[in-house]
C-alpha cells in the first residue's frame, strides 16, 4: 500500500509513488529493495532535479538521486529498470545521469 500523506489516502498500487510534490512516500515492494533507499522514500522527477529542493532534504544522497525514483518513473526516464541501471559500467551511469540532470 501507499500512503500519501498530503492526500491522506491510501492505494494498494505501489506505481503511484509520485505525489507531485517534495513529500516522499513510503513504499514496501520485496522487488526492487536492492535499489530502493534505506527508508523507501520516492520522490518525484521535479524534486530531484532541483538543486533548490532537494539540497535542503538531508534524506537525498546527492550522488545518487536516481535511487530516490519509483520503479516505473524510473523505467520511464531511462528507459530500463533500476537492476539493470546498476549493472551499467559507472561512466554510463553516470551519463546517463546527466543527461537527465540527475548528476
Known amino acids: 500500500k501507499v500512503f500519501d500523506d498530503n ?3 491510501v492505494s494498494d498500487s505501489a ?3 509520485s505525489t507531485g510534490c517534495g513529500t516522499p512516500v513510503s513504499v514496501h515492494s520485496p522487488a526492487c529493495e536492492s535499489a530502493m533507499p534505506k527508508d523507501d522514500r520516492f520522490y518525484p522527477l521535479e524534486v530531484l532535479t532541483d538543486p533548490k529542493m532537494w539540497r535542503n532534504d538531508p ?3 546527492p550522488e545518487e538521486r536516481e ?3 519509483s520503479a516505473e518513473i524510473f523505467q520511464s526516464v531511462f528507459g530500463m529498470a533500476k537492476e539493470d ?8 551511469q553516470e551519463l546517463l545521469k546527466k543527461n537527465h540532470l540527475l548528476f
Request: no cysteine; proline share 5%; net charge positive.
Open 7 to 9: 492526500a491522506s489516502t
Open 15 to 17: 506505481s503511484t509513488a
Open 59 to 61: 534524506n537525498i544522497n
Open 67 to 69: 535511487k530516490f525514483l
Open 85 to 92: 541501471f546498476s549493472k551499467l559500467p559507472k561512466w554510463r
